[in-house]
């Protein structure tokens, strides 16, 4: 809370550890429902930051008050400094977006609808838009229309014109969705590149976990319009590992692993055992059975899914 | 600004449906140059001044042709060729989706509004013109040009000069009230997210104003609906032109499309795009 007045101030005044994005208390309803409850995120310099929820968690709604294009009920955003509401021009000067799937004018040329969407801020000169072209590349098919675009060139072109005004920040939503696998790796990739070589922050939202796992240091996780966890990918999503064991006899090795401090076995499912405990403890368990004479099968570190994260993380876990 | 008109306006001529309000202009035509060519002026002036008259030579020609055609299609169909792209710039975009695109760029949404009124005004006037152009040009190519004769208050023959001017200016007055109606179209075309609406919610009101106009129950009503001054263009072919009526009519009309672009603008400035 205390760095709330920070936000207020220019980028410059307050130096690389401001956050380039906060939100503070966002919120949205449409008519009866509550889309967007009181989301709080911040975004700081360098971080492939990943927005992650399921299909109608508000991800969407939230992106779309990040770039002005919905007025939020409650609520403020910082961009860069630039609160967005009372100044929206500053605030977006040095950001590029990509809003759900790539809208462009498909009866103008790739080439074309830069120039036509770069004029409406500056403008960008034919070396800027064949640079952005070339790295999203698209260099060899600028002058066709968009309208003969594989959906992944589409989005690719939607890079290039968020990539135009040489961005601070790039926020895109779910920018792999309706792309083939090879469409999908191609696009993450670009990603990552651009965060390395071109030192872009990026905002992305997903519903794909293994998505932001690739490409994302940062999460904020969002279900039914809260945000319920944020933080580094690492610590989030190993926050409670687990061990799969198949051992025979199967309450013989349940008991064994009950005994040892540290381990809780969850479940039991298809004659196999959930242990949670520390990875790093995976060998003591396997001895353990041994010596009380289980035979061992199978010994498989796991990690949460999407799915049981979110379970988890709801509190609803059947 | 001047660099988001051109934006528009490189998008509006460079898409097909700009010129669906163009070739129907042109097609419009052809049974009005069908009538006139095969047709006999005595035809015209029985139906025009209900007496028989005996005319030597002919009084069709270009400018005949652009003010007959004027009388038919600038009742209706004029504003609603007029008003095609008014009722596309904003809801065709939000339906493609790429008025999100616009927008998160640092933009302002009045100026963008802006430059998109001007290109659909400009087209609304296009499209008017147009209609002389082609009405003068295929006229003068198949009758000629020559004194324009007046049917309004008995015969008037006014020469062929002031007869451009009065054409010209008719047209310019006609034109003012195709703007009008696309200016609802604009207007309505913030609300919704396909072009059609717009379009169709603009017939919309001019239908409805149109009922309303002709119910005596509300002559009250009647001086401040826009479409009471939509016929202003006519009052140049009267002798004496009326000039006040005319400047009130053009007056109500300018102030229809200036309310039209306001409430357009408060309602764009607030608008949460969805699409």
């Known amino acids: 809370m205390q760095s709330a007045a920070q936000a207020n101030e220019p980028s410059q005044a307050a130096g690389a550890a401001a956050p380039v994005l906060r939100a503070a208390g966002l919120s949205k309803r449409y008519g009866k429902r509550q889309v967007v409850d009181g989301v709080d995120l911040e975004v700081r310099r360098g971080d492939v930051f990943g927005f992650l929820g399921p299909n109608g968690a508000g991800k969407s709604t939230t992106i779309r008050m990040l770039t002005g294009l919905v007025r939020p009920d409650a609520g403020t955003v910082a961009i860069l400094g630039h609160d967005l509401h009372r100044r929206p021009q500053q605030a977006l000067a040095r950001v590029g977006a990509v809003v759900e799937a790539p809208a462009l004018y498909p009866h103008l040329s790739g080439d074309q609808n830069l120039a036509v969407l770069a004029a409406l801020s500056g403008g960008a000169s034919p070396e800027r838009r064949r640079e952005v072209l070339r790295l999203v590349g698209l260099e060899g098919r600028a002058h066709d229309r968009v309208r003969t675009y594989s959906h992944g060139m589409k989005q690719r072109l939607a890079l290039a014109q968020a990539l135009l005004p040489q961005p601070e920040l790039i926020l895109l939503d779910e920018p792999t969705n309706g792309l083939d696998p090879g469409g999908m790796v191609e696009v993450r990739q670009l990603i990552r590149r651009l965060a390395a070589e071109e030192g872009i922050t990026i905002f992305l939202s997903s519903h794909l976990l293994a998505e932001v796992e690739q490409v994302c240091n940062r999460v904020a996780v969002i279900h039914k319009g809260q945000v319920l966890v944020q933080g580094s990918v690492p610590e989030l999503l190993q926050a409670a590992p687990f061990v799969t064991i198949a051992a025979t006899p199967l309450e013989q090795a349940r008991e064994v692993l009950a005994g040892i401090a540290g381990v809780r076995v969850a479940a039991t499912d298809s004659g196999a055992l959930r242990v949670e405990c520390d990875p790093g403890r995976i060998a003591d368990l396997n001895e353990a059975l041994v010596r009380a004479g289980c035979r061992v099968s199978a010994l498989v570190p796991g990690r949460l899914s999407l799915e049981e994260f979110f379970l988890d993380l709801t509190g609803s876990h059947p | ?275």
């Open chain 2, 1 to 275: 600004m001047i660099r988001l008109i051109r934006v528009e306006l490189a998008k509006v001529v460079r898409r097909p449906r700009t010129y669906l309000g163009y070739v129907a202009v042109l097609l419009i035509l052809v049974p009005f140059l069908i009538s006139l060519h095969y047709g006999r002026p005595e035809h015209f002036l029985r139906a025009q001044v209900g007496r028989d008259f005996a005319v030597v030579g002919t009084f069709f020609n270009a400018l005949f042709l652009a003010h007959l055609v004027m009388k038919v299609v600038m009742v209706v169909f004029m504003p609603f060729f007029g008003s095609t792209v008014a009722g596309d710039v904003v809801a065709g975009e939000a339906g493609e989706g790429t008025l999100r695109t616009m927008l998160v760029r640092p933009v302002s949404r009045s100026a963008v509004l802006l430059a998109k009124y001007i290109v659909a005004a400009l087209h609304a006037v296009g499209v008017t013109f147009f209609l002389l152009a082609a009405s003068l040009g295929l006229g003068g190519l198949l009758f000629g040009f020559g004194d324009l004769f007046l049917f309004e208050a008995g015969l008037c023959i006014v020469p062929l000069k002031e007869g451009l001017l009065r054409l010209l200016g008719a047209y310019a007055a006609a034109a003012l009230a195709v703007l009008s109606v696309a200016s609802i179209a604009f207007l309505v075309s913030v609300l919704v997210d396909n072009a059609l609406y717009a379009v169709g919610g603009a017939l919309a009101v001019f239908i409805i104003t149109g009922v309303v106009a002709v119910i005596p129950y509300f002559e009250r009503l009647h001086p401040y609906l826009f479409i009471t001054h939509m016929d202003l263009w006519q009052k140049l072919m009267l002798d004496p032109v009326p000039w006040a009526e005319l400047g009130r009519s053009a007056a109500w009309l300018a102030g229809y499309c200036a309310a039209c672009f306001l409430a357009a603008l408060l309602l764009f400035r607030r608008k949460d795009i969805l699409s």
